[in-house]
């Protein structure tokens, strides 16, 4: 019997689908890469079928049985992954977890949410939004993005300052492992019980299991927003202020400097007339008088660092244009030799402007290329960089864009930064993860040969 035939006698036949323009459509996510093969009309990456759960003994079935036959599984939230961490790298079965979209029980006393993994990133907020709380977890893909992707790459928000990542967040989880068995944690505020095995599956971008669902820290809807503008004369002042705010124990939620080209970029994209310097917005949201508290010191901080106040406008104007920027990749992408993407990478204070320094002067040979720091903590902080370029023909674009990645990485790694602060590894970065782990990816690969051992689990992603 083939293939779908069988997974439609294991979950019926609404749940499978072989047609071409679902296998063409789930031969990719975000990663550019795979933007450039579908381009130039190469779908490199088909899977052999998709499958929709309809609810956990579908999950546990469908493990069963591609563990009995050694199919790879590819765990599918929403596809806006953008390292491949989607995409059937080695055929098998898509495993879209759509279907698994409730919210499952909201706690008021102890403040949690259980939702399914499956579950839209906005619609979930929404559902929040209406009974009085926030997740507080804002990434820019969060129309087009699912719970079980921010928990299996460790997504940010943008608002992470104030509500910390993804992995701040969560408090317990449920996930199916290869062999169908489904293990949950339990939810306490912490505890002293060895090793978190929640843990194992954050940030695993399904190389262990399925994640099915979990509890998350909620917030009350905040009383007050308090937010300005400001230029700032260059990034060693921007990032001086930065580090202060931090280190003075505020909380800002949105804090982010622009260098110069993102500044005009991003003053263009507000709708704000150019002006000379760099912009930083910085915001706090919250209680009323805590609110008050903290921005009037954190906007002190900026002052006091020569920054000059663009007002409150600029930061109401920062709020309601802050998406718009990430969703104008596709459309640039679409040009045959065009270059378009992102690289996040996070060092502690002390090696942050050494490795901005590093990063840029190789992405300056790509391109234009901007940066902008944001998610900070009293250690360091992110750097978000953004390369716009042009591959020199359409056959090359692959071979520009890898070389330019691997003196970026190996950047990274010489200047002490982390490879990823949170889009994750997918199977482009997988060699520079060993890089990064040094021995301890060897450990990494006996974990995954001990919960996997038959390889199942999402091949080839993560470099396992
Ligand atoms: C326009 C745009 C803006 C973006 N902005 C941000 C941002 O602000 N912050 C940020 O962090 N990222 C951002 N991203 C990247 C992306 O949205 C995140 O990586 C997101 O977490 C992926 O979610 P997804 O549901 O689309 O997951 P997918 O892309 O479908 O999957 C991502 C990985 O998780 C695995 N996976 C998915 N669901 C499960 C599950 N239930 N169990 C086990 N494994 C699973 C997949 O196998 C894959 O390895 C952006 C992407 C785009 C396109």
Same mark, same amino acid.
């Given at each position: 019997? *083939? ?63 591609? +563990? ?29 977890? *759509? =279907? ?27 559902? $929040? ?60 505020? =912490? ?25 998350? =820290? ?14 700032? +004369? ?37 709708? #704000?007339?150019?002006? @000379? ?10 209680? *009323? ?20 106040? $663009? ?53 300056? +040979? ?67 993860? *060993?890089?990064? $782990? ?19 689990? +999402?091949?080839? @992603?993560?470099? #396992?």
């Amino acid at each position: 019997m *083939k293939l779908h035939e069988e997974l439609k006698n294991i979950l019926g036949p609404d749940s499978v689908s072989v047609s071409s323009v679902d296998l063409i459509t789930y031969s990719r996510d975000n990663l550019p890469l795979t933007i450039f093969r579908q381009r130039q009309a190469k779908a490199a990456y088909l899977p052999d079928a998709i499958v929709w759960p309809n609810n956990y003994d579908d999950v546990t079935k469908i493990l069963k049985f591609a +563990n009995e036959k050694k199919v790879p599984i590819v765990p599918y939230g929403a596809g806006s992954g953008v390292c491949g961490g989607a995409v059937p790298l080695k055929g098998g079965i898509i495993v879209d977890l *759509k =279907r698994l979209d409730k919210i499952i029980a909201v706690n008021d006393k102890s403040l949690l949410v259980a939702a399914q993994a499956g579950i839209n990133g906005q619609i979930l907020e929404d559902k $929040l939004n209406a009974k009085g709380y926030t997740l507080g977890h804002f990434p820019a893909s969060i129309y087009c993005s699912t719970l079980g992707g921010w928990l299996s790459t460790k997504a940010a928000g943008q608002l992470s300052t104030r509500y910390g990542k993804i992995e701040d967040m969560v408090v317990a989880l449920t996930a199916v492992l290869p062999t169908g068995e489904i293990i949950s944690t339990k939810a306490v505020p =912490r505890t002293s019980t060895g090793p978190t095995l929640m843990h194992l599956f954050v940030g695993a971008e399904g190389t262990l299991g399925i994640i099915l669902d979990a509890v998350l =820290r909620i917030w009350p809807l905040p009383e007050q927003r308090e937010t300005k503008g400001f230029l700032f +004369n260059d990034v060693k002042s921007g990032l001086e202020a930065i580090r202060l705010i931090m280190r003075k124990g505020l909380r800002p939620a949105v804090i982010r400097l622009y260098d110069e080209k993102d500044t005009a970029l991003a003053m263009g994209s507000l709708g #704000l007339k150019t002006e @000379k310097g760099l912009l930083l917005v910085l915001g706090f949201v919250g209680n *009323k008088s805590i609110v008050e508290t903290e921005s009037k010191e954190g906007f002190k901080i900026c002052v006091e660092h020569d920054a000059k106040e $663009l007002g409150k406008d600029a930061g109401e104007f920062w709020w309601k244009h802050r998406y718009d920027i990430s969703y104008k990749q596709a459309e640039i992408l679409s040009e045959e030799t065009a270059i378009l993407d992102t690289i996040e990478v996070a060092a502690t204070w002390d090696n942050l402007n050494n490795l901005y320094e590093g990063v840029k002067a190789v992405l300056d +040979n790509y391109g234009y290329a901007m940066a902008h720091f944001s998610h900070a903590y009293p250690e360091g902080a992110c750097i978000y960089f953004t390369i716009l370029g042009e591959a020199p023909s359409e056959d090359e674009a692959e071979g520009f864009y890898k070389k330019m990645w691997d003196e970026v990485m190996q950047t990274v790694i010489n200047d002490g930064g982390t490879i990823s602060h949170h889009h994750g590894i997918g199977f482009f970065k997988g060699e520079w993860l *060993k890089k990064e $782990l040094g021995n301890g990816f060897d450990l990494l690969k006996k974990i995954k040969g001990a919960v996997d051992p038959n390889g199942i689990m +999402n091949p080839g @992603k993560m470099g #396992l």
